[in-house]
């Protein structure tokens, strides 16, 4: 067990159905997630993000592994007895309580004294700014406010954990903003470990302490956000998070060369000596620079306001956008056709093996 | 502009069908409750308005007899139909779906489809069966006869209103510290309350009005108001019986208009 650690996913793999109709939602996953942490899966949509914390809540048991809360193996703990409370991407409020019931409902299964349940409910009200609404029924709420009485409901019985899905993606672009601060400013303020899950790389980027990074059922990679987007481990992860330029290369004497001959200012390990790897480099980590390496053609520029995107073709028909900043002009002074020469930025290439 | 979709209201000769087939529907009813106010011994002839047949009825003790015993056997018939019909929708829609499913499904609205005079018949022979072998008499049997027929009438809107509740509200209260039970007690139950009481009226109103399979197993004296109704009429017709429809065609539209009002209002 490790210090420190509210929740671990040991090697924990889920399987719906049997046979050749068998769906492997989440294949021998292991985490760790730190006390007090704002953690965050991010993964496309079907990678398996709800199954995880489905796992951790309890409401499904792993079909292999185990899950430890607090240290404790809690894999086959019903959900009702597992300090971790969840907001539901459906928000799920009980349409026959009011508001403060509802968010009294856990600590009243808690068997708290009506005193205490009375002050938390208060309290909580006051966290989420519903204080005017504690008497009405959740129909009566906007969509905004339903996500805010779901958070203090979560949060009223002060779990170990709480595991939010998706609980921004049903509300419109400003209100999701606003709740980014929100959300952030509880987790701040609560100090309770929050299992976030999103599918957009953003909110990921913005909000968490960590990122776990999913696909098809797995963990593909686990760090801070500048991390993740600095270093991604393969091609997946730097694609899925930002926009990648790609480019392949094969390794000689330690430098990778595209194909052409011209070389990178990458450093590559010696013993991938003679192997063909994928280079992956950030459109704002490309220069256009008159004594940089590689030739290029100007296929078209777009702009963007503060920046100009500079679609450019290589010499062996691979595609790159340069993310360059305007001029006060606002004129770049590069046109399509154009030959110019480029070069990136030292230290901004990534090696990626997948 | 008006959108000139398709309505089969628009069709000729719809108005005029409607309006027979209203006609036809409650003329006899009107009729009914007219000669229900007739002070004439006949039921034909129109002798002026009174009430007197409603005061006749009140007062026949055959009459208040037959409406207890009706009352009580709805209201119990009721109450074990709407019990069955509760743990059969739970049984039936807070799972997957599983083997046997559709033979479930046919044999809990078995007796929607069975003719009822087979019903009846099997009936009278199976309970004939036990009060032979155990000496055992009394309502019970119409009870019991009672509460299995009713059980689909009962299980039907229970059903409609649980497949339209939302799972994760009891995912949420399991989430939130609630056992199993409690999870049932504050959460599916409420929510389902509308559900159960619109099964209950429907199953009361049912069995009030039951009259072949009561006449098959029930005992001497043990007439409900219907097959009382019906023996009156074998014999002479008077206005008391129009009386005694009325009040019942009274009590009945106001317990499916309260089921429609509940069965309507969803979430
Ligand atoms: N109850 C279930 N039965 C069968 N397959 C399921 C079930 N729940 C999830 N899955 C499958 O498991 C995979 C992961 O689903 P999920 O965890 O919901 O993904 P995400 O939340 O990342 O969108 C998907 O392919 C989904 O179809
Ligand atoms: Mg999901």
Known sequence: ?354 | MARRDFSVSALPGFGTIAVIAFVLLYAPIVTMVIYSFNDSESVALWGGFSTRWYAAAWENTQVQEATIRSLIIAVSAALIATTVATMAALGTTRRGKFKGQTIIYIMINQPLMVPEIVTAVALLIFFAAIKVATGIQGLGYLILAHSAFCVPFAYLPIRARLEGMDMTLETAAADLYASPWQTFRRITLPLLAPGIAAGAMLSFVISLDDVIITEFVKSAGQDTLPTYMLGQLRRAVTPEVNAISTALLVLTVLLLTAFFLLTRRRG
Request: aromatic fraction near 4%; charged fraction near 20%; glycine fraction near 10%.
């Open chain 1, 1 to 354: 067990m490790t210090e420190n650690a509210a929740v671990e996913v040991q090697k924990a793999s889920r399987v719906y159905g049997a046979g050749s109709s068998a769906v492997r939602a989440l294949d021998e996953v292991s985490l760790t997630i730190r006390r007090g942490e704002f953690f965050t899966l991010l993964g496309p949509s079907g990678c398996g993000k709800t199954t995880l914390l489905r796992l951790i809540a309890g409401f499904e048991t792993p079909t292999t592994g185990q899950i430890l809360i607090d240290g404790k193996d809690v894999s086959q703990t019903p959900p009702n007895q597992r300090r971790v409370n969840t907001v539901f991407q459906s928000y799920a409020l009980f349409p026959h309580l009011t508001v403060s019931q509802n968010i009294g409902f856990g600590l009243e299964m808690l068997g708290r004294p009506r005193a205490q349940i009375k002050d938390a409910v208060a309290r909580m009200l006051a966290l989420v700014k519903m204080e005017k609404m504690a008497d009405r029924r959740p129909q009566m709420l906007s969509g905004g406010q339903q996500q805010r009485v779901a958070l203090a409901r979560a949060l009223a019985p002060e779990p170990e954990v709480l595991l939010l899905d998706e609980p921004l993606s049903a509300l419109d672009l400003k209100l999701r903003k606003e709740m980014q601060l929100e959300l952030k400013r509880l987790q701040t303020e609560t100090g309770i470990t929050f299992v976030f899950v999103t599918h957009d790389q953003e909110e990921a980027l913005t909000m968490s302490d960590r990122i776990g990074v999913m696909s098809a059922g797995n963990l593909l990679q686990v760090g801070a956000p500048r991390e993740i987007y600095n270093r991604p481990v393969n091609r997946f992860v730097a694609d899925f998070i930002g926009e990648t330029n790609f480019l392949t290369a094969t390794i000689r004497n330690g430098i990778p060369r595209l194909s052409n001959g011209e070389a990178v200012q990458a450093k590559g390990p010696a013993r991938l000596d003679g192997k063909t790897v994928t280079l992956a480099v950030r459109p704002e980590q490309v220069r256009i620079d008159p004594e940089g390496p590689i030739h290029a053609t100007i296929a078209q520029t777009v702009y963007f306001g503060t920046d100009t995107h500079c679609h450019l073709r290589l010499a062996d028909g691979t595609e790159l956008v340069a993310r360059l900043q305007s001029p006060p002009s606002g004129d770049i002074g590069l046109k399509a056709g154009e030959k110019v020469r480029i070069g990136f930025v030292p230290g901004a290439v990534q090696m990626l093996e997948g």
